[in-house]
């Protein structure tokens, strides 16, 4: 063809990518520069919880006694594990994602697609077991009051110190509930569904039943949670204006709300992160299948999509320590 | 592309891997090992460990040491910053390092003071 393009050589070694600002492509660079600005913003999300933490230093709620479901295992109290398993499942497919780059700088197309398999894989397990955590934590399991200063109250055995649900001992008072229909009001609105149970029938069976006590949101100095005696319990109840089962944005029957808040903001995003980072890797996955980087002549594509695997593990690492063990 | 240019010794030459391959697996045990710690750790809650230290518990101390322990390794040799130029690796990681613990310094520290703030000024948690 006549109408090809000439090649000025020497433009090509300066711009094209021939002469390489500190050996590194253009590619890598700007997933670079995506990275260092993707990790200030998770700083940010990160240090600002630090911050409602420090304020509310000694009451926020303890990571061990809000997350404790292990799959199968139902009524066990087993802190930590599931999310240890899940640190070890990102951690893998970060290795397998490693094992794919160093196959893709010898050329070799078949183990490229079997260990960038295995990082999809991965990837999907670990998002699968987030959105697990996630219904737990928004179907709560005791259920829990809330006061009008906004403040949590648990109830707990007051002979064993375990957490009693409030469908253990709430009891049955007939009210009689009008029910919202489009007929009788604004047709687009409906009347808001209801908790389980009412503030009366929690606080009726708690007054009946002369074992429980509250638990309340402060911290004491051994880092438990302070329960109150049974005449602070009694007392205290009376504060009490709504029932609180899980957690939204909202309420939360863990403790203080702000920790649901930055729980749903912080893994969200980062649960965001895997998941867009488990599509660009079937993307890339297919393209390898189809032979573009063979043709290409290089598999430097895996190293990019790489830097963002191994970036979004790198953030993971901080939100389990952060969130769940200190 | 450099190819075969990796660096394939960690902890500061006291292990060499023959392949860049052996390197993967040999940084993923060490990961493996400082998790595993970490969680035992965070299940046990050693008593000795509950001391404050800089008005932080020792525990937590540790845990954040081992974090960035962990993340090191992970950029270092998973993202390939050991491989890469010395003006990159300071671009890449000069500005988080001065950048995130200044946020946290005064982000940290304020959050104390309103602490302090709230803890004397009210008479009840509850109201």
Redesign the interface.
Known sequence: MDLTAVENTEETNVWGGGERP???SYGK?MM?FF??SD??TF??FL??Y??????????WPIA?EVFTHFPFLHGVDA???YV?LM??VL??S??T???AV?AG??MQKAKVTFYMLLTIIGGAIFVGSQAWEWKNFIKGEYGALE???G?ILQFVDASTGKRIAIADFAVEVPTKRDIHQASNGIWYDAGSSLPSFSVEEVVKGFEANNNLVIK???IDA??HKVILSRDESLD?ID?AVAVVEGANLVHNEYGNRLFADFFFFITGFHGFHVLSGVIINIIIFFNVIVGTYERRG?Y?MI?KV??YW??V??VW??V??FF??? | ???DAHNLAIFRGLLKFKS??QK??G??IF??IV?TV??VL??VKPAAL?NSFLNMKIL?WI??IL?IV??YY??W????IRD??G??KG??VL??LI??PY??FI??V???Y??DV??NGFMS???
């Open positions: 500190l050996k590194s660079l670079w990275i260092v990790a200030l700083s940010g240090v600002s630090g911050f409602s933490r420090f304020k509310n230093m000694d009451s061990d802190p930590m594990y240890a640190t070890f951690i893998f970060s290795v994602m490693v094992l160093d700088h010898h006061t009008k200063g403040q309340s949101e402060k051994t880092g205290q504060t290089h430097e190293e790489g830097l191994h970036f593990d790198l690492v901080f389990f320590t769940y063990l200190v | 592309m450099a190819h860049n391959q993967i697996w940084v993923l990961l493996s998790t970490e969680v965070g299940i509950m937590n845990f954040l974090t962990k993340a992970i950029a040799d998973f993202m390939h890469e130029k003006g990159l671009s890449i500005p988080l950048l995130i946020l946290s982000l940290l304020e959050a104390d309103i602490f709230m803890f948690w509850n109201f």
